[in-house]
């Protein structure tokens, strides 16, 4: 709508300058492009997209407030189903059928079209009931692009989607009639890959692609999720007969919480595959479990990686002090998952450092960059450094795509254990001394991490490392212990 000048980012994203919908030349345009489409995939149904459109460009832009004037539109949202008709008849004119994404309700339905319907299910219903045809493929169960596992390496970028949930998905959910369960055409799963690169495409897919292809042709009640992943084992030797380099679920851990003399529960502090335990008795067990595959659990206590000849387990690991388990699922081609990390610590008492020159405050370093994960700082070079009066995101130079790393010392009261809660958006780690305390992954969504430390009275070093990708920011850290109940540590706590 502007005429520019544009530039191609280089990153996913959504962006104001889209197609104007009032320019005569545009429609022509578009025409041409659909019809070299025609030319190359003989398919019946073409998808022209029509999701995430921002209607900003058009409000301001004469041409299309012109075309909704001559043609009676409401609005935006009509002008964009003007667009959908127009296509709509241009691709059944050539024996073809028009598909877009569930933004396409949006302002009226063009009479052909079908929809894919990927925000939830709610557009699969509306779309049904409408008499219209519907491809279900929400991101709750069907994004494969999400992650698998909640392990470093994986895209948690948006969502966490393992196998089961794929399973769980019915294309056909029991409130829709038989009459609006005969419009939906079937199930899609979505590989996105600005979250995948190539060498990872099978490694996303598969399993889960061979969950939604079951979904897709058995009814719920003849699915059986335990007797699928039987299944599977033998369809894994299909999948290596063709190359396929599939997922492989790592080892999950069964220890169990562990209280200390005063009823104090250390339990389970962190997820499902990089998990936290905490025990002060003179020792604790660990049991390791293969989740959903065939194979061997191999592990190492030794911080080293395992591998096809590392030490096989066989009965629950017992440990008497701080230790990281680290544990790979090996199937009998020697293929391994990824690493599982199982963080024990022993919940001794940490002196206090001696810092005789202590002033109030924390030291950060600024930095800029786009990040899906947090970054290794250690690699980073800062663009401002300086005194935070507490740790949070008040000395920040810009809203979005930023880190932080504060460094000091936090005081507490009494000897104890100490509970820290973090709550971040999007991830962040602390450590108090050299303990990995409490690791927040919460990208998308600000949430509240907790991990505890059995200190003695005094100053405690810390570092605190913070990213923050889009959307909402967010970093508070509160604590809780003995004679302190549960608030954001205050200024008067923190020194450098």
Not at 11 to 31: H, K
Not at 108 to 135: C, F, N, Y
Not at 152 to 166: A, D, K, N, S, T
Not at 279 to 285: C, K
Request: proline share 7%; aromatic share 10%.
């Amino acid at each position: 709508c502007t005429g520019g000048p544009f530039k191609v980012s280089t990153s996913w994203g959504i962006f104001p300058d889209v197609y104007c919908a009032g320019n005569d030349q545009t429609i022509r345009f578009l025409e041409d492009v659909l019809t070299e489409v025609l030319e190359l995939f003989p398919s019946e149904f073409i998808h022209v997209g029509g999701d995430e459109c921002p209607k900003t460009r058009w409000k301001e832009c004469a041409k299309c407030q012109a075309r909704i004037k001559a043609e009676g539109l409401a609005d935006e949202h009509e002008l964009q189903s003007w667009v959908i008709r127009h296509f709509d008849r241009f691709l059944a004119e050539r024996g073809r059928r028009l598909v877009g994404w569930d933004e396409i309700l949006e302002g009226g339905l063009a009479p052909g079209a079908t929809v894919q319907s990927w925000r939830g299910m709610k557009g699969a219903e509306a779309t049904a009931a409408s008499g219209h045809d519907v491809i279900c493929s929400p991101t709750s169960n069907c994004y494969l692009d999400y992650a698998q596992a909640r392990l470093p390496g994986e895209p948690i970028w948006m969502g966490y989607l393992p196998l089961e949930r794929c399973y769980s998905f019915d294309p056909t959910p029991p409130e829709f009639t038989p009459e609006q369960a005969a419009h939906v055409l079937g199930v899609e799963g979505n590989i996105w890959t600005e979250h995948a690169a190539q060498e990872r495409i099978d490694w996303q897919v598969f399993p889960r692609l061979c969950a939604i292809a079951e979904i897709g042709w058995t009814p719920e009640s003849h699915r059986d999720f335990a007797q699928f992943k039987q299944r599977l084992e033998t369809h894994y030797g299909r999948l290596d007969a063709l190359g396929v380099d599939y997922f492989i679920a790592p080892p999950t851990c069964h220890a169990e919480s562990v209280f200390d003399p005063n009823g104090v529960q250390v339990g389970e502090l962190d997820s499902p595959c990089n998990r936290r335990f905490e025990f002060n008795t003179d020792a604790a067990s660990a049991a390791l479990a293969v989740n959903t595959q065939h194979g061997q659990v191999r592990y190492t206590l030794d911080g080293s990686e395992p591998a096809p000849t590392s030490p096989v387990y066989a009965d629950p690991i017992r440990i008497t002090g701080s230790t990281v388990i680290k544990a790979r699922t090996f199937l009998p081609t020697d293929r391994g998952s990824m690493t599982a990390e199982f963080r024990f610590r022993k919940l001794a008492p940490i002196a206090a450092a001696d810092v005789p020159n202590a002033q109030p405050g924390l030291g950060y370093s600024y930095y800029e960059g786009q990040w899906k994960v947090l970054p290794d700082f250690s690699k980073l070079t800062p663009l401002a450094t300086g005194v935070a009066k507490i740790a949070d995101t008040t000395v920040r130079q810009r809203d979005t795509q930023h880190a932080l790393l504060f460094t000091g010392y936090v005081k507490v009261p009494a000897d104890g254990l100490y509970t820290f809660h973090v709550t971040s958006d999007d991830g962040c780690r602390m450590w108090v001394h050299d303990e990995l305390v409490v690791e927040h992954d919460g990208l998308h969504r600000a949430t509240e991490e907790s991990g505890r430390i059995t200190l003695k009275a005094g100053l405690h070093p810390v570092k605190i490392e913070y990213f923050q990708a889009g959307g909402h920011t967010k970093l508070s850290i509160a604590y809780e212990g003995p004679g302190v109940d549960k608030h954001e540590i205050p200024t008067e706590a923190w020194w450098h």
